[in-house]
């Protein structure tokens, strides 16, 4: 069995922020009309990915601090 290119593409995402309080990291993935969760709310501010399709696809990730204030930021990825 050839392996798929896309099965072994390891990405760890990652963030870093400042908030009141305990900070909550949740991780999230555009692809076309499709969006993926990878980590929902959590104190890690890290998670790992493996994409199951190549393209081009946006990887967000949502802050939120104690007082429930949510800020979003993205990057674009491709995916070959």
Do not use: H
């Not at 990730?61 to 930021?73: F, H, L, Y």
């Amino acid at each position: 069995n050839p392996l798929n290119f896309a099965d072994m593409i390891l990405s760890k995402l990652s963030a870093e922020a400042e908030g009141v309080g305990e900070i909550q990291y949740k991780f999230l993935i555009n692809s076309g009309n499709d969006w993926y969760s990878i980590q929902d709310f959590s104190t890690s501010n890290s998670c790992e990915w493996i994409p199951s399709s190549p393209g081009k696809k946006i990887l967000y990730v949502d802050v939120m601090d104690e007082k429930g204030n949510i800020e979003r930021e993205s990057i674009n990825y491709i995916v070959n």
